[in-house]
């Protein structure tokens, strides 16, 4: 038997396991975060090994990408050690306020897990078992039911164990990570849907998000899903910029578009430029360098299907042409393809404004700035959107970053999407179809803050309160008190 | 005609009104809402004699809830206007970082309107047009449709020319705030599940609530919902209080359970106690206390009505002994009532654990604190709990605590639910049902976030970042930079 516990053991199990957690400090969930990473390193290169071999990305990426899982597991320990990050309130009496005194009010955030888990098959170490929303809801102080990626399951057990070890040796139970292993998804439904899960966190497709959304929509008890489901990260390539450095910028997407196999959230899918010889430099330029990188394995059959049909589909599309196309060179290879499109012929079909998950992208040429303007509007959420621009461009940049500001999460400059940076002002979120809740992040420390509710407590005596709202503030947590940030005691 | 738009011109009226809206800054915008508070300030006895007229509440009831709800567009105006709540967080780059340089990365909330406002009956001005949701709405830059509640219509119609002259008087476009009048269930849904539509406030009944969450959850973009839908406020007697104070305690509920005729969603409709002779001198106490109380006619025919049935379901319920019963004195009239049952046959039926709202309370009469603990919980999600409890009761509020914790928004020691200060730490919300997201608050500074999603800026070159990411800090807002809360420059 795979799983020790049904459905509602499982959930029973979590809720438990929370509660005799919480019994202990932060100082010593900091330790188990640390230690998970010390457990996760502690694999070796096994572990690099067994990623590599279920995701057909090579060790070297694995390397990257454990050094990320483990620096954020490390990184959440540090963000929740002093305390700030429960942003404790605190609001004295005022006896003799009139008409009526003030009483003494104090807040705190507390979790609210136990928190499912669905992993993402492109990110096996960093957006999976241990990964963004496993730690945070850790950090937070929830419970977690991870269930495992199908399309890593060794990788997925190994972690699970190094969590289960850490759990151990920090003295906690070990069903506040409880790994659940299923491939019914009336599994995934019945625990969505279970009373006592109290939030969800996703990384995947659109598709499979909305699935698991659907699934908690139809409860009673409404829950915070959390669903990262991906974009097409637009392009905006500015005139002034294009005349300067169309060769450069080709160079630069040439990779962005085809790096790991283009199976990046944040991969650019779309580029737009004005039509005109030097978005022709771009294309050509772009498309030769495209038409030089070679296929690779792409993570599993059925995001290769889903690639291939997807290519197809907008491909085959009205208006639609193939700059670069690279023949496959072995089974279920992702091959990179650029294509180009009029901005009226785009504006049509929204199938085209979807995303195309691999190495495709497509420039999309407008007549004009206005034109431009009018197929951002038509766009969805977005997890980013980049400016590619010259300072003669500014003005152009400002009557359209408003629109831009609206529909992303974040707003490169001269850059590429690809590459998220794991610190405290990355964004890694966005209005729908890019999440389900704009208003949060899944990527950097304030990822925790989905996990988190506020509770207030009035005229309580001082030594039956959380230390958090105690007078003394050893920590030298951040609160507010009486309307001002501080770190002293009260 | 009193509506000039339809469903679909009014939300595009108030998208563009947002977005013009957004071109002046936070001193403009603190002034537009400090402007508003004037303006209803300048209605005068005119607006308290409508309020009184639609509601049937007193005069004095209005001197007070005018007061608050300027005193909260004042105070939101104070909380917007050094920007310290768009939580600025600034990674500045690290250009010789191994093995990748990071980049300049800079977030800051947004605002996410147009947002929809369902205002309640029980608070026809704090809680309504210009309530608690619209001004934290346009506090955050949103703009605001609210829907005219049909119980108080010439008190919101005055109140949103109030609203509509402070608009002009800033020079804001007059469709940032839209009155929409209707009674059509149909309008409501379209409204609530039109594309453009990005949030919902609600304050009202679990049924009002969840018919609104209904209609959003039937979108394909999921939208934030934030619907306070009142709450049974259990009180825990614990028997050291009870020994000493029992007297006192039940004059002060008899105040509490009837007080606005039992009108408030946090009033007290569920008090729990250990069986014995104290429990008995609270219980003939209290019922003597609310037989002497006088009937008063209620908001409305609907609340009427409601009151009448659901205190017959839950005094017909099996084991319910009715304490105290006021005679009705004319039509319409909320009847204070007060009603014991023993825990078990509390337990046995869920009809029970629910809001009567109005002046309705129960004494769950409980063996022994493990029941009392098996009634917790047993219900749901509470706006608030309140614990009655002397030092030597500590031990057992500290076995009680961390369940409470899981179930309520705010938890009062020795003192009444009823009374929601608007201050920093305040927290008016909680779990389903009390609310559909507890992980914000409808009163309080920190009511603004509901309203507001992070987006980030990377790399962007100084003059074109909004003002609150630029490297200068006129306003001395509070920023994060490089993991610091500083008020300095950069």
Redesign the interface.
Known sequence: MINKYTISEMVEASTAAM?MG?TKNRTARAALLQSIADEIEALGDELLHTASAESHLPIVRFE?ERARTCGQLRMFAAAIENG?YREA???TALPDRK??P??D???AL?P?GPIVVFGSSNFPLAYSTAGGDTASALAAGCSVICKAHPAHPKTSQMVATAIQTALRKHGYPEDLFIHFVTQSFDDVKALVQHPGVKGVGFTGSLKGGMAI?EYA?QR???I??FAEMGSVNPVLLMPAALQQGAQTWADTYASAITMGVGQFCTNPGLIFGLSGPDLEVFKQHLAQKIAQIRDFKMLNDSIHQNFVNRKQAVTGSKGVNILAHVEATGDGTGTPVLATVQAKDFMEQPTLHEEVFGPFSMVVECENKEEMMRCISALGGQLTTTFIAADAD?AV??SI??TV??K????????VPT?V?V?????H?G???AT??????AVGN?AI??W??????????E??LPCILKNENPSEA?R?IN?Q?TRENL
């Open positions: 509660v919480q990257g700030t309130t605190i609001d008409p009526l003030r009483p009010l104090r807040s507390m609210i959304h929509r009673e008890e409404p915070p899903v500014a940049v400002k970053l408003p500001i609206r992303a999460g974040r707003i490169i400059y001269n850059g590459g940076e610190c405290d002002a990355m964004v979120g209005p729908y179809p389900t809740d704009a208003r949060f992040t304030k803050r989905r988190l509710r506020p509770v207030a407590f009035q005229n309580w005596p030594h039956l951040w507010t309307g940030l």
